[in-house]
């Protein structure tokens, strides 16, 4: 495969590329699901193929096929040159790529247990396992439990990507996931729902790490409690800790989208959205001192794990707010250009098929000094969010609300009565600066991050340590 990346390199260049960039990517993926119960068909497949892209007259042209004879290689590079040249006759501003470093390099995640040798059969039981002992938790709580979704899989993506600079990087990463919806219901007071992913980098040996038949059935009983037990919360201004999980949300949300260089530019506003960032804010607070916000793609075993971009650019960790000040954008190669910066190895691509766009990987607030004691002993009168249930946030990402599901109220710093969908809503500002301790535990999340058009999924992490904010408004939701 390699001599046939540098062969189209070559091409790209004999045809008249300024620049050129080949990427072989094949994607397989495997997932088992358990639906009430019953097992569904299982989902399988592959996807594999090549992309090129080029700078020709300071334009860029895409192509890509799934074949990988010469021939095909000749036809996707011309197509890509003519795209570029038809460009260069309507684009006014040329395209600039700022410089990075030539890199050879290899980032092979070898799995203990390789996902794809596990027996079906045995991952089939184990939703099954999982499944019988969260009916017997629902039981227990006296609850009905009308729905339930279990799903677990992997995911093995490859890249190999040649550049006309002299970088060359390979890359194989296996992915384990695992995820559950779950809704419970008691006659009298409505239904609740609990939906979680769970995702990390490497083999099965992730997944067993995971101990799901004691996590999930745990969570059906907290679902059970906040049907039988939950009180309505109160509507004050009051102080409120919330927990990792809602912090991860809200770090990915308010600080990661709107700090993408490309949705900064407002290349983005037709597909993922607009930002309330703008160049005059780089450097401008929004947060108390607190808030430190970090987006690093090398974290081991993580959801969003990788060590260079699809452009070959080193990953780093990206210091999005610093202690309450906008530090800096997420950037690929062009984006850098434009801010006359560098770029941070931001750029990726879901799938051979399409072109790489600036995209987080593990988004999460840095932790501080406190416990999580120590955070809800400094409360008088408050609550405490441990997880969500529902949020929304506007296109902007500046005005955003969270419905609560586990949560509980706080009186002079002891945790009281489980609350039933406290709400909280307010501006990034708003929430930022209201941040006044951090926790020092911290905790990641898995989901897939969905961007552009045709949209692009990436596997991410979102986390951080629990936090406690000053004087919030709290509001509720109707129960259903």
């Given at each position: 495969?390699?001599?046939?990346?540098?062969?189209?390199?070559?091409?790209?260049?004999?045809?008249?590329?300024?620049?050129?960039?080949?990427?072989?990517?094949?994607?397989?993926?495997?997932?088992?699901?358990?639906?009430?119960?019953?097992?569904?068909?299982?989902?399988?497949?592959?996807?594999?193929?090549?992309?090129?892209?080029?700078?020709?007259?300071?334009?860029?042209?895409?192509?890509?096929?799934?074949?990988?004879?010469?021939?095909?290689?000749?036809?996707?590079?011309?197509?890509?040159?003519?795209?570029?040249?038809?460009?260069?006759?309507?684009?006014?501003?040329?395209?600039?790529?700022?410089?990075?470093?030539?890199?050879?390099?290899?980032?092979?995640?070898?799995?203990?247990?390789?996902?794809?040798?596990?027996?079906?059969?045995?991952?089939?039981?184990?939703?099954?396992?999982?499944?019988?002992?969260?009916?017997?938790?629902?039981?227990?709580?006296?609850?009905?439990?009308?729905?339930?979704?279990?799903?677990?899989?992997?995911?093995?993506?490859?890249?190999?990507?040649?550049?006309?600079?002299?970088?060359?990087?390979?890359?194989?990463?296996?992915?384990?996931?695992?995820?559950?919806?779950?809704?419970?219901?008691?006659?009298?007071?409505?239904?609740?729902?609990?939906?979680?992913?769970?995702?990390?980098?490497?083999?099965?040996?992730?997944?067993?790490?995971?101990?799901?038949?004691?996590?999930?059935?745990?969570?059906?009983?907290?679902?059970?409690?906040?049907?039988?037990?939950?009180?309505?919360?109160?509507?004050?201004?009051?102080?409120?800790?919330?927990?990792?999980?809602?912090?991860g949300i809200i770090c990915h949300e308010s600080a990661?989208?709107?700090?993408?260089?490309?949705?900064?530019?407002?290349?983005?506003?037709?597909?993922?959205?607009?930002?309330?960032?703008?160049?005059?804010?780089?450097g401008e607070y929004i947060g108390s001192e607190h808030?430190?916000?970090?987006?690093?793609?090398?974290?081991?075993?993580?959801?969003?794990?990788?060590?260079?971009?699809?452009?070959?650019?080193?990953?780093?960790?990206?210091?999005?707010?610093?202690?309450?000040?906008?530090?800096?954008?997420?950037?690929?190669?062009?984006?850098?250009?434009?801010?006359?910066?560098?770029?941070?190895?931001?750029?990726?691509?879901?799938?051979?098929?399409?072109?790489?766009?600036?995209?987080?990987?593990?988004?999460?607030?840095?932790?501080?000094?406190?416990?999580?004691?120590?955070?809800?002993?400094?409360?008088?009168?408050?609550?405490?969010?441990?997880?969500?249930?529902?949020?929304?946030?506007?296109?902007?990402?500046?005005?955003?609300?969270?419905?609560?599901?586990?949560?509980?109220?706080?009186?002079?710093?002891?945790?009281?009565?489980?609350?039933?969908?406290?709400?909280?809503?307010?501006?990034?500002?708003?929430?930022?600066?209201?941040?006044?301790?951090?926790?020092?535990?911290?905790?990641?999340?898995?989901?897939?991050?969905?961007?552009?058009?045709?949209?692009?999924?990436?596997?991410?992490?979102?986390?951080?340590?629990?936090?406690?904010?000053r004087g919030i408004r709290l509001g509720r939701s109707?129960?259903?």
């Amino acid at each position: 495969m390699e001599d046939l990346l540098n062969y189209a390199v070559d091409y790209a260049m004999r045809m008249g590329a300024s620049y050129a960039e080949v990427r072989y990517q094949s994607d397989s993926f495997e997932e088992f699901t358990l639906r009430n119960g019953v097992s569904e068909a299982p989902a399988f497949g592959t996807s594999r193929g090549l992309s090129v892209r080029v700078i020709v007259s300071g334009s860029m042209g895409f192509a890509s096929t799934n074949l990988t004879k010469k021939a095909d290689v000749r036809d996707i590079v011309g197509r890509a040159i003519t795209v570029a040249k038809a460009s260069s006759k309507v684009v006014k501003n040329a395209i600039r790529m700022v410089d990075a470093k030539s890199t050879r390099a290899e980032c092979i995640v070898k799995p203990r247990v390789k996902p794809e040798f596990v027996d079906p059969d045995s991952k089939v039981e184990l939703l099954k396992e999982v499944d019988g002992r969260s009916i017997a938790s629902a039981s227990r709580g006296d609850v009905k439990f009308p729905m339930r979704m279990l799903s677990v899989g992997h995911w093995i993506a490859e890249k190999h990507i040649v550049t006309s600079e002299g970088s060359n990087v390979h890359s194989r990463i296996p992915r384990v996931m695992f995820s559950y919806m779950l809704t419970v219901a008691k006659a009298g007071k409505g239904t609740t729902q609990r939906f979680e992913n769970m995702g990390e980098s490497g083999g099965w040996e992730r997944v067993e790490r995971w101990v799901l038949d004691e996590r999930v059935p745990e969570e059906v009983g907290k679902l059970a409690k906040i049907l039988t037990e939950a009180v309505e919360p109160p509507t004050d201004t009051l102080d409120v800790v919330l927990g990792p999980e809602l912090v991860g949300i809200i770090c990915h949300e308010s600080a990661g989208h709107p700090l993408e260089a490309d949705r900064v530019l407002g290349r983005e506003a037709a597909q993922g959205g607009e930002t309330y960032v703008t160049r005059e804010l780089i450097g401008e607070y929004i947060g108390s001192e607190h808030v430190t916000i970090v987006d690093d793609p090398r974290l081991p075993n993580s959801f969003g794990y990788y060590l260079y971009d699809d452009e070959c650019v080193e990953a780093r960790e990206r210091v999005l707010i610093d202690r309450g000040k906008i530090n800096e954008l997420l950037h690929n190669r062009e984006t850098a250009a434009e801010f006359d910066t560098l770029s941070n190895g931001s750029s990726r691509a879901s799938f051979y098929g399409v072109e790489p766009i600036v995209r987080m990987a593990n988004t999460y607030m840095r932790p501080g000094d406190y416990s999580l004691e120590e955070l809800i002993e400094g409360v008088r009168y408050g609550v405490y969010i441990s997880s969500y249930m529902e949020w929304n946030i506007d296109d902007r990402r500046w005005n955003q609300r969270y419905v609560g599901l586990e949560a509980y109220l706080i009186k002079n710093g002891r945790l009281e009565s489980m609350l039933r969908n406290p709400t909280i809503e307010l501006t990034t500002k708003g929430l930022y600066s209201s941040v006044d301790a951090v926790g020092k535990d911290i905790r990641f999340y898995a989901g897939y991050c969905g961007k552009s058009e045709p949209m692009q999924s990436m596997p991410v992490w979102f986390g951080g340590p629990a936090i406690r904010l000053r004087g919030i408004r709290l509001g509720r939701s109707p129960v259903s």
